[in-house]
């Protein structure tokens, strides 16, 4: 009696419960929970050590990383069976409650961003298996192609704290990046010094009214930033302002979707936009030659990314038809 009590304590606790629940789809280690839950790595790795203890998880190591899973003793046929039944009646029931939803699209994210970086480089078809090759990622990719584009001016728009900022810097002549935050931009200025980029320049303000002058640069980005605009319109319209005739304005953001829990948990005011929304708000800033598509999507994820892309248009005279020349025979 006093082991169940002890048990049934060790289960009346939201963050293990949100735990199990993870490791009984996948097997993660300590930084991934932390990405996924939200809590300090310490409370996650205190968390698992109790459940280890418990005997409700078991842990391996693989690739330099301690992994955790469920314990086979949850599993049919172990002691811990009966209890796991009754576990997996409960979390089946709260699958579709906000909480969850939330757990499980971040759960997917960090899956994919494993295999991305380790091991979803091989084939499609299975019967050839995985290639593996050490060191291939779509961060070294990103970068290999960035070091083709010529050395442009680049604003960041709704830079957070610089990650995407830094690797544009790594290609780009220059680059300004924004941000409301204050807090945000320290943090980022703080990165940019850590890794000795000296190429950007931090400046707070609005998407709405941007703190930089018509024509200042050669293309705009606007990374899952336009979902946290207050007017997305005007931030797109800003976006072509600061842009130079024929220069570039990215989108990269979500299709529209009905995971609502985004709103509260990580402060999203629009639920992305739908391909033809995304569209009308690049002309309607005067943007041409306007494509939207798919930029990435997993079978079963609720979440899509869509690339815009619109140009500015060219000065008027730069449009002006060159006077033709009068055709000789030989011509």
């Known amino acids: 009696m006093k082991h169940l009590s002890s048990l049934y304590r060790l289960l009346g606790d939201d963050a293990r419960l949100r735990l199990l629940r993870l490791l009984a789809v996948e097997r993660l280690n300590v930084t991934e929970l932390t990405e996924i839950l939200g809590i300090a790595q310490s409370g996650v790795s205190r968390h698992l050590g109790l459940l280890k203890e418990a005997g409700l998880v078991t842990e391996s190591r693989d690739g330099g990383y301690a992994y955790y899973r469920l314990s086979p003793d949850l599993e049919a046929g172990g002691s811990l069976a009966s209890l796991w039944s009754l576990l997996r009646s409960q979390f089946a029931e709260v699958a579709t409650s906000g909480p969850a939803r939330a757990d499980d699209a971040q759960l997917r994210e960090v899956v994919r961003i494993r295999r991305e970086t380790i091991e979803g480089h091989g084939s499609a078809d299975a019967s050839e298996g995985r290639q593996f090759v050490p060191g291939r990622s779509w961060a070294a990719w990103a970068r290999a192609l960035g070091s083709l584009l010529p050395p442009l001016e680049v604003a960041d728009l ?174």
């Open 158 to 331: 709704g830079c957070g704290e610089g990650f995407l900022t830094l690797e544009v810097a790594r290609w780009a002549r220059r680059v300004v990046a924004v941000d409301r935050s204050d807090r945000v931009l320290q943090r980022a200025r703080a990165l940019a010094r850590r890794r000795r980029v000296t190429n950007v320049s931090w400046k707070r303000g609005e998407l709405d009214q941007l703190p930089l002058t018509d024509s200042a640069v050669d293309a705009a980005i606007l990374s899952q930033a336009l979902h946290h605009a207050d007017d997305p319109g005007r931030a797109v319209a800003e976006a072509a302002r600061i842009v130079r005739p024929s220069g570039r304005v990215l989108v990269v953001d979500l299709r529209a979707h009905d995971q609502q829990w985004v709103q509260e948990r990580l402060g999203d005011r629009w639920l992305g936009f739908t391909d033809a929304k995304l569209a009308e708000l690049m002309r309607g800033s005067g943007l041409t030659g306007v494509t939207v598509q798919v930029g990435a999507h997993l079978s079963g994820d609720p979440f899509t990314v869509l690339l815009a892309s619109g140009v500015r248009a060219p000065a008027q005279a730069a449009r002006r038809p060159a006077r033709r020349r009068k055709a000789t025979p030989a011509a």
